[in-house]
């Protein structure tokens, strides 16, 4: 089993946490004060609009942008409703209507959050659902007979107060007295949650979820993690009382870092978020991986590099092929990329390659807490793959497009913008008659039209009859310009 480090890095305004396995940064996790996660929230929130053609309605949780409540997750999922069809939304969803409702996707983009009435409230062990009354067993939770059992002692714990429990894979070895002290938490948390619904006007924050550094607490700390150190005293104080009535295993893990090194120095976690910010990765072999983040995908091109340390061609490819797909699975952890994946290995010919690397891809991505699927290889070479969204990629945390070239990864040329600008002089001259244009650009722009274009410039303002001035603007990206009429 891989040992594994956490490292919590907390701030004021910002909190970092770093799993560590073997020495290696898997994956990183940011929650910052002014943009906190809104998952696992519950709102009272009021319908605005109800749209029947796309089954859905627009939800007013108080937020900028209004959320979005799907009719499937309106009515729950296909298990809890056998083979019925969904019916239409306008039957049940009305404008104005209030209803508690639980942010289950984050804004994204340009699109609000997105909404679910079945409301599910995570324990240590258990996860709580007050509108189910069926119970479940996480999938990872081997063996029939085991997960039969499981399922009869938390029949019998549970009761007949209402609402289903799904349990969590740390539930396998819970004793009963562990289990029902997390139900008794979840429901009060529950009634909690009702009491403030009846009283509060709609756009009311009812539940909000853990911090980050309490969800490392509850979720992220294994039987696998050595320790868990936090740089702050104050949160380490806060995260203990916590942890003692909540996470009583976990919190035995806890450390509080008194080192003089920044506590991110330790595994040069703050070069790691560099490269996770790039878009190449260097492979160890000479190979490497062009990572490319859209709003609708994400592409990964392999290529062999330098790598020539193989006996034949063929074998280099399925080397560095194998090790991309090690790479590729971190990556995914590292940067919280989501939604649809395409890798684009390096051709493969023969099949028991290709068979091989899909194998090495899915081991490595079933040490993911976030759901995928990888389909096999297509008929141009390209393996397709899905991983669940929730929350923004660390790209899009961190950064924002280029100002320049507006996301795009290029700019024209100066040559490019210096035809722009003729072009844009002549169409200025046939509609107005001023005295003089003067252009005003970028200083390269201007020193090539002085030069490798005076001919040019020179031949167009004695085409339109008029002189043509030159001015420098330092502040001007090399895109930008503007034309004077004087």
């Known amino acids: 089993m891989a040992t594994q480090d956490i490292l919590i890095n907390w701030a004021p305004q910002e909190t970092r946490v770093a799993i560590v396995e073997n020495g290696a940064v898997q994956e990183l996790h940011v929650e910052r004060t002014l943009e906190r996660g809104l998952v696992g929230n519950v709102y009272l929130g009021k319908v605005a609009r109800v749209l029947p053609g796309m089954q859905s309605a627009f939800v007013d949780i108080g937020l900028e942008r209004a959320a979005f409540l799907h009719v499937a997750d309106l009515f729950g999922h296909p298990t809890t409703r056998g083979d019925a069809p969904l019916p239409p939304i306008e039957r049940h969803v009305f404008e104005g ?99 403030r619904a009846q009283s509060k006007p709609p756009g009311t924050l009812l539940h909000q979820d853990l911090s980050l550094a309490e969800r490392v607490l509850r979720d992220l700390t294994s039987d696998a993690t050595q320790t868990l150190r936090i740089d702050s005293k104050l949160q380490y104080e806060a995260l203990r009382a916590f942890g003692e009535s909540y996470t009583p295993g976990a919190v035995r893990k ?11 120095d330790l595994f040069n976690i703050e070069e790691e978020i560099a490269k996770a910010l790039a878009r190449r990765v260097d492979l160890k072999s000479g190979g490497y991986l062009i990572i490319d983040q859209t709003e609708a995908l994400t592409t990964i091109d392999v290529n062999t590099g ?9 074998d280099t490819i399925f080397k560095t092929n194998l090790e991309a ?8 952890r590292l940067r919280n ?31 993911d807490r976030t759901r995928t699927t990888v389909s096999g290889f297509t008929q141009l070479g390209l393996v397709e ?18 100002p320049t070239c507006q996301g795009r990864g290029q700019v ?3 040559r490019s913008v210096c035809y722009d600008i003729l072009r844009e002089i002549l169409r200025e001259a046939r509609q107005f008659n001023p005295k ?15 030069d490798e274009e005076s001919g040019h410039i020179a031949g167009l303002s004695e085409f339109i009859g008029k002189p043509i001035s030159l001015s420098a603007e330092a502040t001007m990206n090399p895109e930008q310009y503007d034309i004077v009429l004087m």
């Open 337 to 367: 990329l989501g939604g649809i994946i395409i890798a684009d290995f390096i051709d493969m010919t023969r099949e028991e390659h290709q068979q091989a690397v899909l194998a090495e891809l899915r081991k490595q991505l079933a040490r």
């Open 412 to 414: 024209k040329t100066a």
């Open 306 to 314: 330098g790598f020539v340390g193989a006996r034949n061609f063929e």
């Open 385 to 402: 793959m899905t991983r669940k969204r929730t929350r923004e990629s660390l790209a899009h945390m961190l950064c924002e497009p280029c």
């Open 97 to 195: 209507q209030t209803l508690t409702v639980q942010v289950i996707k984050d804004a994204i983009g340009t699109k609000g959050a997105r909404l679910s009435t079945q409301i599910s409230i995570a324990g240590r062990m258990l996860v709580f659902l007050p509108h189910d009354d069926h119970i479940g067993i996480s999938q990872k939770i081997g063996g029939p007979e085991l997960r039969e059992q499981l399922r009869t002692r938390m029949q019998a714990l549970a009761g007949s107060e209402g609402g289903g429990f799904i349990l969590r894979t740390n539930a396998e070895e819970a004793s009963d007295a562990e289990l029902a002290d997390d139900i008794a938490y979840l429901r009060k948390a529950w009634a909690a949650i009702r009491q």
């Open 436 to 450: 003089e244009f003067r252009v005003i650009a970028s200083a390269a722009v201007v020193e090539m039209l002085l």
């Open 325 to 332: 797909a090690g790479a590729i699975a971190r990556q995914l």
């Open 254 to 264: 806890l450390e509080l870092y008194r080192g003089e090194r920044p506590i991110f």
